[in-house]
Nanobody
């Protein structure tokens, strides 16, 4: 049993900042890759950023230079620091993680999402 729970979403003005968190809980052996996705109204879900380690991260072109992905393995938590937010960043943000629920078997899990709204 694995659960991913996002938090930190909310309403922010353009140019503002938010930090999203994704906490993994349940019974599992470890977490490999993790990623943030987002889905805006009427649009397809897109990859925002992914992370394997601090030395291995990737960002969508639309957020590169503004967002920073990180993880704290001791807390089984991933973060997304979002700066210089734009109205186009408005979306539901989802956590995704490759989790080893049992030895040698990794599966992808999704959180329920957290709403981010950027508006004046």
């Amino acid at each position: 049993q694995v659960q991913l729970v996002e938090s930190g979403g909310g309403l922010v003005q353009p140019g503002g900042s938010l930090r999203l968190s994704c906490a993994a809980s349940g019974t599992f052996l470890g977490v490999n890759s993790m990623a943030w996705y987002r889905q805006a109204p009427g649009k397809e879900r897109e990859l925002v950023a992914s992370i394997i380690s601090a030395r291995s991260t990737n960002y969508a072109d639309s957020v590169k230079g503004r967002f920073t992905i990180s993880r704290d393995d001791a807390k089984n938590t991933m973060y997304l620091q979002m700066n210089s937010l734009k109205p186009d960043d408005t979306a539901v943000y989802y956590c995704n993680a490759e989790v080893a629920a049992t030895w040698g078997r990794y599966s992808y899990y999704w959180g329920r999402g957290t709403q981010v709204t950027v508006s004046s």
